[in-house]
């Protein structure tokens, strides 16, 4: 399976963008796929998650209300979209798959991933 995230960018505060990700090589509607972030001199943190049947999907309390994360079966793509953008959102962007039931917020439990955009936002 593989997965390459595309779309981020050099944006000012309030701003907008939309990450996609598109996997190949796998049953796409088998795989969980998040995004995840990392920030210079942080540890990667879960940003979104959607969910392969019922496309439940989940934020990290810092995006909520901001970010929505779909997918497209049909397309075999997933996508972030991010609104409201702040200088803190500054960081690659990661998506990331894997092909067992239920939800994770725990990087080291997926077994692909994309390898990244930057998203920088400035004041």
């Known amino acids: 399976v593989q997965l390459q995230a595309s779309g981020g960018g050099l944006v000012q505060a309030g701003a907008s963008l939309r990450l996609s990700c598109v996997v190949s090589?796998?049953?796409?509607?088998?795989?969980?796929v998040n995004w995840f972030r990392q920030a210079p001199g942080k540890e990667r943190e879960f940003v979104a998650a959607?969910?392969?049947?019922?496309?439940?999907?989940y934020y990290a309390n810092s995006v909520k209300g901001r970010f929505t994360i779909s997918r497209d079966n049909a397309k075999n793509m997933v996508y972030l979209q991010m609104d409201s953008l702040k200088p803190e959102d500054t960081a690659v962007y990661y998506c990331?798959?894997?092909?067992?039931?239920?939800?994770?917020?725990?990087?080291?439990?997926?077994?692909?991933w994309g390898q990244g955009t930057l998203v920088t936002v400035f004041q």
């Open positions: 990331a798959a894997r092909p067992r039931a239920g939800w994770s917020t725990t990087y080291s439990e997926f077994d692909y």
């Open positions: 090589g796998g049953t796409f509607s088998n795989l969980n």
């Open positions: 959607v969910t392969r049947i019922t496309f439940s999907t």
